[in-house]
């Protein structure tokens, strides 16, 4: 930890540890030279991916019948290079302990990457020298201190959320946040070595206690040890789990304060290192700010002027399952689907910005998030959204929510714009659906500018890149109750009508959309303390949008436009009771049951087993009845099969509402052996789910040799996960 002993009399920049090896400023030059060669390269792909796709927008402009599909020796060997760098990268192992326990490892890329950045670290750090040779002790000490130094750029880089490399590679910051991470803890490896070194060689004059306490430089360095080891031990994941506003604030003040340590460390001729983080960490923050004021102040934002306020106004509303939509009308933001952004709003949330992923698209004219309560900010927001909330009129109405002013940064979040592929696979579990569903009405909405937009492409190459390649789209959703239905039941109706119409014109577009119910039963555990109340109060009307799991009845047109009617029914004190503790003697009916085959499971009304004391609920096509008799049993399986049926004819009839669990290979396969081109799959939801879906794509990959000579196109896999 002491550097003063090192000789600077004919200046450090020729420093060398003899052995013909470089000197320390040569070898952190060497670092980045790899990390800036490794940049490169993910720029390069970055940009082949852009040209791609205008090169794939304009043969759909020309009429190409499969402009998906690589054709000429560049695009295929490009094509069969991410084939085989994507089956590498996304493999990963299982272990499955039990039926509630199972343990993925990470993805082979990601341990790639992390394996290479730590190998290059060490192979600096000890080359040609041998740390076994006390008398080279010292000689470790000092140059395991100059690449830890180096370092302090790169983390900061990986960390911004407006940073260079995300950039110039086009990646999102959330995507980085991972490696972040494990550089850091690199750094925090490469420090103890460096510290390791120092007090061996120190031990053995036992001179250790001499320096820490006389020496200055050596206090400061273990000081920004013990501010790195905090860091490390803060970062871990049961504590950014248990508070994340905490981990934030704690994170960035303990950050600041290591960078001062180790200014204060470090000689005067390697202080660069530190002051690069910094400006790195100032223009991000300076960025983000000029972004922030541009998108919320009024004068400087065409959308926003004439508004009086630095702030949109936003309106919250309470569903069921413990979700709050909160709805921003006009919003001074452009987006695209995929994205997100952070919400700051600080009437009910101080000093808190919250990321929430766009649960609509532009053409909406809106900005609307489905955001599930859980604690903190959000915990607030779903509390005021049922205060705010009014009590239905006899209209079948609903009288205004209080709004409340928020302030928007952002967006964030990038993917590969997915109309360019020729068939797309979207798997959602729960609220995952906030990312999936507006990829899929994106595609349709393209569909839409393409089939109703005249104008010869040919003559206008602009249009070009208002339509879309894709043919196909295949939607999965994954979800616990009917409740969760309710959130998107109008969007994915609207969706089905409007690919009907198309179809009706003559244009081949064609979506198929699947929803699995693996908790199939009346989710009284998940509802509300305002329904809570009006079943303890005796109000026995209900309100369609938020209590359907006891509706009888379809919705009318209406009501599948988002307003709200009162549908009167009776029940027992027994039945209330019921829809309170959910059915099965240990809670909510789960079924476990994995549907191998959709065709399968309609032709045969195949059964689930479910783990309700037995009961057997049937997978069948959801019916076209207009109506289904009121509820009357308070048994589990009769639960069970109204809350079923009550999804069945609340939607679509073209829609396929099952009972169980998805096999996901099976649904990939047969999107991909259909396609003509290039597809993409998207996942969003548990990890448990986002692991079993890449592992899919990993063995279809595989099996149906993509791109080695076998006629199967290639695969583009997108993952998001609820971790953040």
């Known amino acids: 930890m002491d550097m003063s002993s090192m000789d600077m009399g004919h200046g450090m920049g020729g420093m060398s540890m003899g052995n013909g090896a470089p000197s320390v400023f040569d070898l952190q030059k060497m670092y980045w030279a790899v990390i800036g060669t490794a940049i490169a390269c993910a720029t390069l792909a970055n940009l082949y991916n852009k040209l791609l796709y205008r090169q794939r927008m304009s043969a759909a402009a020309r009429k190409d019948p499969l402009p998906a599909k690589p054709r000429t020796f560049l695009p295929s060997t490009m094509a069969t290079v991410y084939a085989l760098l994507r089956e590498l990268t996304y493999v990963s192992c299982s272990l499955v302990i039990s039926d509630r326990l199972r343990w993925t490892s990470p993805m082979l890329g990601r341990v790639s990457m992390v394996g290479a950045e730590l190998l290059l670290v060490l192979v600096l750090c000890f080359y040609k020298l041998n740390p076994q040779d006390q008398w080279q002790w010292e000689d470790v000490g000092i140059r395991t201190g100059f690449i830890a130094s180096a370092q302090l750029p790169l983390i900061v880089l990986l960390s911004g959320k407006r940073n260079i490399i995300g950039w110039l590679t086009g990646t999102s910051y959330e995507r980085l946040n991972w490696l972040h991470r494990w550089v850091s803890r690199i750094l925090f490896l490469t420090v103890t070595i460096h510290m390791g070194f120092w007090f ?47 981990f934030v604030i704690q994170h960035i003040v303990t950050s600041i304060g290591f960078l ?22 100032a223009f991000d923050r300076f960025v983000r700010t000029l972004a922030t004021l ?11 002027r004439g508004s009086p306020t630095m702030s949109s106004g936003a309106t919250f509303q309470a569903l069921s399952g413990s979700m709050t939509r909160i709805t921003i009308e006009n919003p001074p933001v452009h987006w695209s689907p995929g994205q997100h952004v952070f919400l700051t709003c600080h009437a009910l949330a101080p000093l808190q910005a919250h990321p929430f992923t ?27 959204a049922e205060k705010s909330q009014r009590l239905p009129v006899a209209s079948g109405g609903l009288l205004q929510d209080h709004a409340r002013h928020v302030m928007i940064e952002g967006p964030y979040g990038r993917i590969r714009p997915l109309r360019q592929f020729d068939s797309v696979f979207l798997i959602a579990g729960g609220s995952g659906s906030t990312f999936t569903v507006p990829l899929m009405r994106d595609i349709v909405s393209c569909w839409g500018k393409n089939a109703h937009n005249r104008v010869d492409s040919l003559n206008h190459p602009a249009f070009a890149f208002q339509g879309a390649v894709t043919r196909y789209i295949r939607f999965v959703w994954v979800i616990k109750s009917q409740e969760q239905h309710d959130w998107f039941r109008s969007r994915l109706a609207a969706v089905i009508d409007d690919v009907g119409q198309l179809r009706s014109e003559g244009w081949p577009f064609e979506i198929d959309i699947s929803i699995y ?6 989710s009284g555990g998940e509802s509300s303390k305002a329904e809570r109340r009006q079943s303890r109060e005796g109000w026995h009307g209900q309100i369609q ?84 008799a009121p509820l ?5 399986s009769s639960q069970v099969s109204v809350d079923l049926k009550n999804v069945k004819s609340s939607a679509h009839p073209e829609i396929v509402v099952l009972s169980g669990r998805p096999q996901p290979r099976n649904l990939i396969r047969k999107t991909l052996e259909q396609a003509l081109g290039e597809s993409a799959v998207a996942v969003c939801g548990p990890q448990t789910l986002v692991d079993e879906v890449r592992q899919s794509v990993v063995a279809l990959s595989d099996e ?7 006629g199967a196109q290639g695969i583009y896999f997108h993952a998001e996960s609820f971790e953040y």
């Open 200 to 246: 061996v060689d120190w031990a053995r004059y036992d001179y250790i206690k001499v320096k820490l306490t006389t020496d200055r430089i050596t206090q400061r360095g273990f000081a920004a040890w013990c501010i790195l080891l905090w860091i490390f031990l803060s970062s871990l994941l049961p504590v950014r789990r248990w508070n994340y506003e905490f």
């Open 545 to 628: 949008e938020v209590r359907a799991a006891q509706s009888p009845r379809r919705y009318t047109e209406k009501e599948k436009d988002g307003r709200i009617s009162i549908d009167s029914v009776s029940a027992t004190s027994q039945g209330r009771e019921e829809a309170t503790t959910g059915c099965g003697s240990g809670g909510p009916c789960c079924c476990r049951t994995t549907i191998e085959d959709e065709g399968k499971a309609l032709d045969s009304n195949k059964e689930c087993q479910c783990n309700c004391n037995g009961d057997k609920i049937e997978a069948v096509r959801e019916p076209t009845s207009s109506s289904l």
């Open 704 to 710: 149906r040799a993509v791109h080695k000579g076998s």
């Open 260 to 281: 001062a340590a180790v200014y204060l460390h470090l000689p005067e001729e390697v202080k660069v290192w530190v002051w690069l983080p910094i400006g790195l960490y």
């Open 358 to 384: 766009i649960a609509s698209i532009p053409e909406d004219g809106r900005l609307e998030f489905l955001v599930k309560s859980k604690q903190g900010g959000t915990k607030r927001f779903f509390r005021h």
């Open 517 to 522: 119910i693996t908790c199939a039963c009346v």
């Open 632 to 636: 009357q049993s308070t048994d589990a």
């Open 294 to 304: 541009f998108i919320n102040f009024p004068v400087l934002n065409r959308r926003r």
